[in-house]
């Protein structure tokens, strides 16, 4: 395994941050941690390459311990925090030139692992960092991370704040450098994210809700789940949470997703209650279940279980 945790826990007085957090990932995979903001990412993020030491729980990366080997793990490992924190008065060019001389390295030496992601960036290699588009600080924070051509990658909420294409093209760059036996944890709060990893993790309030590939976390879904839509989406999501067969109900785009307490539901008996309710243009139709259906299931679950 690149990654193991083992019982991870950690808190913020009060606060239980990590709460006995346990899962594996293997050489080469693309994991993904997906979860809301402060459902506890970040924490973990910085526990695994050696900025927190954990309360209680072991955890190892590229096989060293995170408290004992930390050194080791420095020069094994690539960080991309969610923050830009580059030298943002220095240029391009010389950002990367001092995270590869921070590692012993050169760009030279390592070009060809960063040339997909750098050729983007070289036209502006002169421009400060401070003054790049959000997808172009997002590709060279990527490439200094590279530079020393790490065993696992470390990247918590890379995509968060860019474009859409940004976006679209970092995941493709993800791929490709997956292909070159490099392990990489990612971290996001999007769910469309989360079919693009090989397996991922759903975290929030610092619990793991369930941990497999994304197909096999949506197939098991537990319920038919329903587009509903009116004129009025608010008073329409007010009266279906007083439905008395409404297991959930949550906005959905430009639905509402619903699901009913029983098997037996009757998308009939829903349509006449609602226009019992005077609502219009009201359409009811099945639909496949997404991440973020199994998240939000999941999520209302260990809700209950926590507060029985």
Not at 139 to 148: D, E, G, Q, R, Y
Not at 282 to 302: A, V
Request: glycine share 6%; with cysteine.
């Amino acid at each position: 395994m690149s990654i193991t945790l083992r019982n991870i826990s950690k808190s913020y007085g009060p606060a239980k941050a990590l709460n006995d957090i346990s899962f594996n990932v293997e050489q080469g995979e693309l994991f993904g941690l997906i979860g809301p903001d402060g459902a506890g990412k970040t924490t973990l993020f910085r526990i695994l390459t050696t900025l927190l030491i954990q309360e209680e729980g072991e955890a190892t990366v590229a096989g060293y311990d995170v408290i004992t080997d930390y050194k080791a793990i420095r020069n094994h490992v690539g960080y991309m925090p969610g923050k830009f924190s580059l030298y943002q008065d220095l240029t391009v060019e010389e950002n990367l030139n001092f995270f590869a001389t921070i590692f012993d390295t050169t760009i030279d030496e390592n070009y060809d692992l960063i040339k997909d992601i750098y050729v983007q960036i070289e036209p502006f290699k002169n421009r400060k960092a401070g003054k790049l588009s959000g997808g172009m600080k997002q590709k060279l924070a990527l490439s200094c991370a590279l530079i020393h051509k790490p065993k696992v990658l470390f990247l918590d909420e890379p995509t968060t704040g860019v474009d859409p294409v940004s976006r679209k093209e970092f995941w493709e760059m993800l791929k490709r450098l997956q292909q070159k036996n490099i392990t990489i944890l990612v971290s996001t709060p999007y769910m469309d994210e989360a079919e693009l990893c090989d397996r991922i993790a759903l975290i929030t309030d610092g619990q793991i809700l369930e941990i497999n590939t994304p197909h096999s976390i949506i197939d098991a879904f537990p319920k038919k789940i329903y587009n509903v839509r009116a004129s009025e989406t608010y008073r329409l999501i007010q009266d279906l949470e007083s439905y008395p067969n409404t297991h959930s109900a949550y906005p959905f785009g430009e639905y509402v997703h619903f699901t009913s307490r029983h098997s037996n539901f009757s998308p009939e008996d829903l349509m006449t209650f609602l226009k019992g309710k005077q609502h219009t243009g009201i359409e009811i139709f099945e639909t496949i279940p997404t991440i973020e259906d199994t998240f939000m299931e999941l999520s209302n679950t260990n809700t209950l279980a926590t507060n029985a």
